[in-house]
């Protein structure tokens, strides 16, 4: 269940940075009984965009799949890698 506060707790944000870090996910701010802000721990900041990343490169593979772009090989694909790093 999503944690929600109003505005007015904004005003001790250690209480607030400790429930962000808490809760792990982030908290919905309201101002008038609607939705105004998302507040969230840098943890969960990067969490949440390292997964929009890989949400975004599956639909680019399912893309290419729909277009019949020919797949790689695995030991291309590892080979490639190999010299792109210089290993």
């Known amino acids: 269940m999503p944690t929600i506060r109003p505005m ?9 940075s400790e429930l ?3 809760k792990d996910e982030p908290v919905f701010i309201t ?14 900041y990067d969490k949440q965009m390292g997964l929009l ?4 490169k599956l639909g680019a593979a399912e ?3 729909e277009d ?5 090989e695995g030991d ?12």
């Open 20 to 22: 962000c870090y808490e």
């Open 31 to 44: 101002k008038n009984g609607s939705g105004h802000l998302v507040v969230m721990s840098m943890h969960t």
């Open 68 to 72: 019949e772009v020919p797949l790689l």
């Open 53 to 56: 990343d890989v949400y975004r």
């Open 76 to 87: 291309e694909v590892f080979r490639c890698l190999r010299e792109k790093h210089g290993k």
């Open 8 to 16: 007015a707790d904004l005003r001790d944000t250690s209480k607030i």
């Open 63 to 65: 893309k290419q799949l």
